[in-house]
């Protein structure tokens, strides 16, 4: 795998959004805790921060909050006095609650770690280990929000396997498997890594390419039409491909109208025999009319 619905863990905010006020929070615990009696005790408090800190930021962040919610009660027992009848008691007492801070820091930091494993393989096609819909309509959103910021224009790619049934009923579906996997990786293989590959499902593929105008789609769409051909035919597989590339220096107002417009594209190539390449640059005023002739096959 190489941003409306961005995971939760996109948006997460990070660094100084947390943790200035983390920050703040633990010095008014702090200012709080001394100003209290000893024996009652803050320490939800300071779990809480580390929680938060231990989260959103990771790394030894939560560690030296855990140090610092420590060294605060040892030094607030120190000069208010504590209730234990013996001063061993106190720093053992210290002890345990650093112990438990950093162990709630650490498990905070691999919950966070499995959260995110897990949102990735949400989004990862189990055949191919590409991207899947999923994921690929939250990247396609990301790009179109991308561009209203800054008008850097971005191309998406609708991709059909031709015969690709020939395959799954001739020889099989995990040869047809076999098939999608060459697909997913001679895509990969041949693109940035900031551009998206997804299997949308079926023989169908998707691709996005960030920040690309259409001199440069094509070019790379042509080179890559070569690898894909080339692929199929050193495993004599009777596979072509028919391809709508659809450029966007303005984009349509949802996600499904941006992807409809290559589907078209690729739909086109269907009907006019298969095994082609067709592009057009997105024009908000006649997306919903037929395709006119100024769609050009490129290959």
Not at 136 to 150: I, L, N
Request: with cysteine; charged share 20%; hydrophobic share 45%.
């Amino acid at each position: 795998m190489r941003d409306e619905a961005i995971p939760f863990a996109d948006r997460a905010p990070g660094g100084l959004a947390v943790l200035l006020p983390a920050f703040t929070a633990f010095a008014l615990v702090v200012a709080a805790d001394y100003l209290t009696s000893y024996e009652l005790s803050l320490s939800a408090f300071y779990v809480l921060i580390i929680l938060a800190v231990s989260w959103f930021c990771r790394g030894w962040w939560g560690g030296l909050f855990a140090f610092l919610a420590m060294f605060s009660e040892l030094e607030i027992g120190r000069l208010t006095g504590n209730p234990f009848s013996e001063e061993a008691y106190f720093y053992i007492s210290i002890g345990n609650r650093l112990f438990a801070y950093l162990l709630i820091a650490y498990l905070t930091v691999m919950v966070r770690s499995l959260y995110e494993r897990a949102q990735s393989a949400a989004r990862v096609d189990y055949v191919t280990g590409v991207t899947n819909s999923t994921g690929f309509y939250e990247k396609v959103a990301v790009e179109m929000a991308r561009h209203r910021r800054s008008r850097a224009p971005f191309a998406v790619v609708y991709i059909s396997c031709d015969y690709f049934k020939i395959i799954n009923d001739g020889l099989g579906h995990r040869e047809g498997d076999r098939v999608l996997r060459m697909i997913g990786q001679t895509l990969e293989s041949n693109l940035r890594q900031t551009d998206i590959v997804a299997r949308l499902g079926g023989d169908e593929f998707a691709l996005v390419f960030p920040q690309t105008a259409e001199i440069d789609a094509l070019t790379v769409i042509k080179k890559l039409s070569g690898q894909l051909d080339r692929a199929m035919e050193a495993h004599d597989w009777p596979i072509t491909f028919s391809v709508g590339v659809g450029i966007f220096t303005r984009v349509p107002d949802t996600v499904d109208r941006t992807v409809a417009f290559c589907d078209r594209l690729m739909q086109r190539v269907k009907a006019l025999g298969k095994n082609k390449v067709m592009h057009r640059v997105y024009d908000p005023d006649d997306i919903d009319t037929p395709l006119p002739a100024r769609v050009h096959a490129i290959r």
